[in-house]
Every structure is written in structure tokens, then in C-alpha cells.
């Protein structure tokens, strides 16, 4: 990696304004040196006040169960059950105080079944809480109506006049050229039209446009006057995803961020302090992770404090997975073993090795000698063999860890200065010692980034960071519900603005979502 780095304490992002923005020096500057930057003043045509609490529920029309994090240990994403519930029901939990929940990135490999969790905790708010069961993935096809092109999920919502796990992310190209040209197509699944020289099924449309526009998003596929898939502000990127996140956080969280006496709480009979994700000063931590993508963040309420890495710390940061490379344009790949038992290789685009493979073979077959084709079917070959030793060496332990992109490292050793009691900020500092000794002298090697709602963050793919969000104190709650929308955009491994990418499987691969989209705005 040769991009941006930090160099010394206490650097600073910088500001820019949207409206001052050179676009090409802006993707020199920044896009292509995989540096990030603050941006005031939202991309044009997003309907901010929309994605509002007070409005999101009939901006988006998503009457179908989400899944939701529970809270633990003050924070989301460490391994703990997710839960089922409506976006209403969210919403209604929020307006109560209840800060137990997050709503994240929706996959739809995880798509929530009808089992019941119970518990005392799910009296208060008067609603049920269901927990994901990951063995039924019906729920949804139920309720689509034969011979619906598309399901009313997509199709319901506004007109257009008022508008990552990396292991789960697809690489949609049909498998077989000969099936997609097959005369005795699927009644229940014909081409309905065409992307290159492949047809595109319903099955595959259907997909795409949930992929990229995770639910609850998805109605917005044909509101582009609220939601718009591309920006001008990074349009020579391709869009991987855009993603809703929700949650409730007051200044002061009762959850155990701090004591009755102001300080913040540590279980020295615990070998990890109990720390887990809470932080100093309250609020709810994502915790310190990376992601497989570059990223445009948009606070709709709340207020976010991101603390940031670079990607050149990695080796220093302690991840869950094992790092095998970091590609100059950020990507990090990690080794396949029980620490990342799902992991695919990447390039330093971002794509799955094998899955570039495979699309070669199919696509490209007669511009490839035999050697070359031997090459790429080992590539494949050698990735089965090893899913089918890995799948008897992985244990129960490792099926809960968080993703390999993940830092080991507590939230709290990330904000010690806000630790008032020096006795208790010691023995943080000791646990830091012993357990995470390569951190210490680079933890000052950081940026901090408070944002609020009227700006941007653009964060390059690979960059480090922990996010705590704020509320206010507000007799209903309303203050402290914090929304965002996520651009997620596939990482650019070229050298300048004219070719961003150094192939054009990317390009090819979009194509099919871009005609997806058509066909669904078309009727």
C-alpha cells in the first residue's frame, strides 16, 4: 500500500465544499490516492428530509420484516443473534428509548424466518421480536404474485416525479451460455431482456436490485428523483451498494458505559475488563473494522464520530482474520483458515478471484491459449478442494466470530482520553499493554472526524475506522434516533480518471444491473 497515510498525531481531514468541488482534482486528490476527506453539502438529488424519522416510513413503503442487530456489551456486530422486525416496529421501539437495536446490512443469503424469540426484554415495547432463522427463506417469495415481473417490494413506492460482507457480495454472470440460450426457457423465470449478449432472467433482475439497493431501500429503484444510484460527484466509480443504517444512542447510555459515579466501568475480575464495545462518554460503537469498499457516508440525524486508520496500520491493528496482502488501492485479502473460514481472494478491485475466473472462461474463452485456461480451472479447482477440507476443521467457535475485516482491539482503548478516572484509564493502559502491545505506539497515528447531518465522509476502501453515534436529550426520543445512507463503490485499482479500473469486468458486470433497473423503471 502507497496510498494516503497518517504521519503524525493529531492530523486533520480535509474540508471541502460541494459546491467548490473540482471533480477531477477531487478524484485525483482523493479517490485516486485512497485519501479521505470531509465533504460539506449533500451530492445533488437526494431527499434528505425523506430518510427523516418522521418520513422514512412512507418514503420507503417497506412493509416486510428487516433484520436488527441486538445491542451487546455496548455495541453491534459482535457475533449476538439478529432479530426480525418491521421497519415500523423499529421506528416505534426507538420512540420508546429502547437503544437495544441497529438496523445494518441486509443479506439476502440471511433472509429472517418465522421462529419467535422471547424474553422479559421484548415485553416493554408491546411488539414481537423474532429471531433470524437462516433454514427459511420463503417468507418473502410467498407474497409475490404469479406472474408479477417484479415482487411489490421493488414495484410499490414512489413514481419517479416524487421519486459489504465481501463473502456476500455476487458476481451475477449466467454460468452457462448454452442454458441462458436454452429454447425451453422457465415459464417461471424467462429472459426478459438482454445485457451484452446474455439474457437477463427475472431471477437475476430481481437480485440485482435488491443487492443494490439493500431493503429497505429497494422500492427507490424507480424513485431516482429521491434516491439516485450514481452520483456526479464519484460517477466514474461503479456503485456496489447502497445501504440504510438506523439506530438510537442518548448522550448518557444507561447500558454500562458509565457508573452512577461518572465513570466508566471495567471488571477486573474479567480477563478483557469487560470492555467489549462500550465506549467512554456513551454513545454506541461499531467498532474498529474495514470495509471492502470505498465508501460515501451521509448522516441523515444524529451525530457520528469516526476514528480512522490507515490501511498501511493493519498488521498493528489485530484483526480476526489472518492478513495475506494489502493491494495498493487498499484492498486487504486475507488467508483462508478458521479465523476466515468464508474467505474468497480477492484482487485489488475488490472481485473474487475465482469468480473472475470463471467469467474469463465463460466471456473470453477464445481470446485464452490452452495454458491460460488450464491456469484459471485450478484456480477454481484449488478454491473447492479447500471449501471441502476447511468445512470438517471449522469449529463452533469460529462460525461466531465477527468478519475477518474486524479489529479485536475494544472500542475503549481507541478514546482512553476520554477516560476521567486515571486509575481507571491505568489499567486499560496495562490490559493495552499485555494484550494489544503492537497498538500502543501507533494509537496516536489517528484521525478523529465528528459528523453531523449536512455533510459527506468519503472513505476509501480498506481504511480503518470505528464509528460512535450520538443522540440528544429529547423528551421523545426523536433527537436521538441517528440515520445514514451508505454509498458503497467498488474499489479502483487504475492510475488516473480515464480508466479507473484496470479491466472492464466491473463495467461488464454493472451493465446487467444498470439494464435490470431499466426494465424495472419501464414497467
Known amino acids: 500500500y502507497r496510498g494516503y497515510k497518517v504521519t503524525k498525531p493529531g492530523e486533520l481531514l480535509d474540508v471541502l465544499s460541494i459546491d467548490e468541488i473540482d471533480f477531477e482534482q477531487f478524484a485525483s486528490k482523493y479517490v485516486l490516492a485512497h485519501r479521505p476527506c470531509v465533504i460539506r453539502g449533500i451530492i445533488p438529488n437526494i431527499q434528505i428530509s425523506k430518510f427523516k424519522s418522521d418520513e422514512i416510513i412512507d418514503t420507503l413503503k417497506y412493509m416486510q420484516f428487516l433484520q436488527v442487530e441486538r445491542k451487546n456489551k455496548g455495541g453491534f456486530g459482535l457475533g449476538t443473534s439478529r432479530c426480525k422486525m418491521t ?3 423499529l421506528l416505534t421501539k426507538f420512540k420508546k428509548g429502547d437503544e437495544g437495536w441497529y ?4 443479506y439476502a443469503e440471511d433472509e429472517p424466518g418465522d421462529e419467535l424469540e422471547t424474553g422479559p426484554e421484548d415485553d416493554d415495547t408491546g411488539s414481537e421480536v423474532r429471531q433470524v432463522d437462516e433454514s427459511d427463506n420463503d417468507s418473502e417469495e410467498e407474497e409475490e404474485e404469479a ?11 414512489f413514481s419517479d416525479t416524487s421519486s459489504i460482507n465481501m463473502n456476500d457480495m455476487h458476481d451475477d454472470f449466467e454460468e452457462d451460455e448454452e442454458e441462458e440460450n436454452d429454447e425451453n426457457d422457465d415459464d417461471d423465470d424467462p429472459v426478459i431482456g438482454f445485457a451484452g449478449r446474455n439474457g437477463l432472467r427475472i431471477s437475476e433482475a430481481r437480485a440485482r436490485i ?49 457508573n452512577e459515579n461518572g465513570k466508566f466501568p471495567i471488571d477486573e475480575s474479567s480477563s478483557d475488563l469487560n470492555l467489549g ?4 462518554g456513551g454513545g454506541s460503537s461499531s467498532g474498529l473494522h474495514h470495509d471492502h469498499a470505498d465508501n460515501l457516508y451521509i448522516p441523515i440525524q444524529g451525530f457520528k464520530r469516526f476514528t480512522l486508520f490507515s490501511p498501511s496500520n493493519c498488521g498493528d491493528l489485530y484483526t480476526v482474520g489472518d492478513i495475506s496482502r494489502v493491494y495498493n488501492s487498499g484492498v486487504i485479502d486475507y488467508k483462508r483458515n478458521s479465523n476466515a473460514p468464508n474467505w474468497r481472494h480477492l484482487r485489488a478491485d475488490g472481485a473474487i478471484i475465482t469468480e473472475v475466473a470463471r467469467y474469463k472462461l465463460q466471456e473470453e474463452s477464445n481470446k485464452l491459449t490452452k495454458i491460460e485456461k488450464k491456469e484459471l480451472l485450478d484456480l477454481i479447482t484449488e478454491e473447492e478442494e479447500g471449501e471441502g477440507e476447511e468445512e470438517e476443521e471449522i469449529s463452533d467457535v469460529s462460525k461466531d466470530l ?8 475494544p472500542s475503549a482503548l481507541l478514546h482512553l482520553d476520554k477516560v476521567k478516572d486515571l486509575e481507571t484509564k491505568r489499567k486499560i493502559q496495562e490490559y493495552a499493554k499485555e494484550k494489544f502491545p503492537k497498538f500502543l505506539p501507533i ?21 480503518f475506522h470505528e464509528v460512535t453515534s450520538f443522540g440528544k436529550e429529547d423528551q421523545d426520543n426523536k433527537d436521538n434516533i441517528h440515520i445514514a445512507l451508505n454509498y458503497w463503490f467498488l474499489p479502483p485499482d487504475g492510475k488516473d480518471l480515464s480508466k479507473p479500473y484496470s479491466d472492464d469486468y466491473w463495467s461488464k458486470d454493472f451493465e446487467r444491473t444498470t439494464k435490470s433497473i431499466e426494465l424495472l423503471q419501464q414497467g
Open 402 to 409: 465477527d468478519p475477518p475485516s474486524f479489529s479485536r482491539i
Open 277 to 280: 464495545r462500550r465506549v467512554p
Open 210 to 258: 435488491k443487492e443494490l439497493l439493500q431493503p429497505p431501500l429497494v422500492a427507490l429503484a424507480k424513485s431516482p428523483a429521491v434516491l439516485p444510484i450514481k452520483t456526479s460527484l464519484l460517477d466514474f466509480l461503479i456503485p456496489q451498494q447502497i445501504n440504510l443504517w438506523m439506530g438510537l444512542s442518548k448522550p448518557t447510555s444507561k447500558d454500562g458505559n458509565e
Open 443 to 463: 494509537s496516536e497515528n489517528k484521525i478523529v472526524v465528528d459528523l453531523k447531518p449536512g455533510e459527506m465522509l468519503y472513505l476509501p476502501v480498506g481504511w
Open 87 to 89: 421497519l415500523e416496529e
Open 147 to 157: 406472474g408479477e415481473l417484479f415482487p411489490s417490494e421493488i414495484t410499490d413506492g
Open 103 to 106: 438496523l445494518t446490512t441486509q
